[in-house]
């Protein structure tokens, strides 16, 4: 009986090993080393920043088509009101017209008062009338136009409704990838949540004019969180945030990187030219910052940090596309 019992120990032993050898595999590959959590972090980041700026884009499109709709939509609910007014004027001439007897009035006009006076009467209604049809006539061109930029707009819009809702779904994928990121930034502990209400730090740098305006608000915004769609006061994604920036140094730029990097088409600069102030742009368009001077650019970089300065050199070496002087 002792052999059996033998056995019976060594396989339950061998089970537990085997267990345990199972346990530790699966454990290793569920939770990657650090250098393979940044690897993928920095994977993340770019498809998301590529996805958000997709995401701001569409939106802003809806956004125009949406004000330019409803601004041809008022015009026309005015012009509609006038050609109600209009309406009643012709229907009152009809009734008019038809009480007083046509026939009798033509007959009026023909055996009443003299041949002068009878054509001036006969002159006047017919000015009379031309000048009523002129009106109606230049009444229909103006709502017949409205009409057709109002139908336009609805199809801009209609698109514009389409394209947000395409990327509508894509946001799910971002908000998908901004937990991963998290995830990932907490394990490595270098998650920073950031501070809304950041006082930020004052610019020393060499900028003068509306250039030094911009940077001193970009700096103000130091150790704010970033986040996707965030323009102020309390959070900026990179886009929102050079748009904030120059915005109150007088300069109105688009929202996104890809409208701004176009706005700038005209104002490119070189890259071993740049000046405090000029906008910076990534590869792919995904990514922007702003130059402060002295090799670094301030900017909002992506989920889990805050607004903040870094060097140009290191991560950001080749990987910028151009810049833009605003």
């Avoid at 339950?12 to 569920?30: D, E, I, N, P």
């Avoid at 393979?36 to 125009?64: I, P």
């Avoid at 102030?277 to 805050?306: E, I, N, R």
Wanted: glycine content about 10%.
């Amino acid at each position: 009986m002792a052999v059996p019992t033998r056995l019976g120990q060594m396989a339950v032993a061998a089970a537990l090993a085997l267990t345990v050898l199972t346990v530790g595999s699966g454990s290793a590959v569920a939770d990657p080393s650090p250098a393979e959590a940044r690897a993928k972090l920095v994977k993340l980041n770019e498809q998301a920043d590529q996805l958000v700026e997709r995401y701001n884009q569409a939106t802003e499109e809806h956004k125009a088509a949406k004000k330019k709709y409803d601004a041809l939509n008022a015009e026309v609910g005015r012009k509609n009101a006038q050609a109600g007014l209009l309406r009643r004027d012709l229907v009152t001439a009809v009734v008019g017209e038809y009480q007083t007897g046509s026939l009798l009035g033509w007959q009026r006009f023909t055996f009443q008062g003299s041949p002068d006076t009878v054509l001036s009467t006969m002159a006047s209604l017919e000015h009379i009338a031309l000048t009523r049809a002129a009106k109606v006539q230049a009444f229909e061109a103006t709502t017949k136009d409205l009409r057709d930029r109002r139908a336009e707009a609805k199809r801009v819009l209609t698109e514009a409704e389409t394209a947000r809702s395409k990327v509508r779904d894509e946001k799910a994928k971002v908000d998908k990838m901004v937990a991963e990121q998290t995830k990932i930034l907490r394990r490595l502990g270098e998650f920073q949540a950031g501070d809304p209400n950041s006082a930020g730090i004052t610019y020393t740098g060499p900028a003068s004019g509306n250039a030094r305006l911009a940077l001193q608000f970009a700096f103000a915004q130091i150790g704010k969180p970033y986040r996707y769609g965030g323009t102020g006061p309390g959070s900026f994604d990179c886009s929102g945030l050079t748009q904030a920036a120059w915005r109150t140094a007088g300069v109105e730029l688009p929202r996104t990187t890809w409208t701004q990097w176009s706005w700038g088409a005209e104002r490119r600069v070189p890259l071993d030219a740049l000046e405090p102030g000029d906008l910076l742009f990534s590869k792919g368009l995904g990514h922007m910052g702003m130059y402060a001077g002295d090799g670094k650019m301030v900017h909002a970089p992506q989920t889990g940090d805050v607004i903040k300065v870094s060097s140009l050199d290191g991560y950001w070496r080749g990987r910028l596309l151009g810049a833009v002087r605003p």
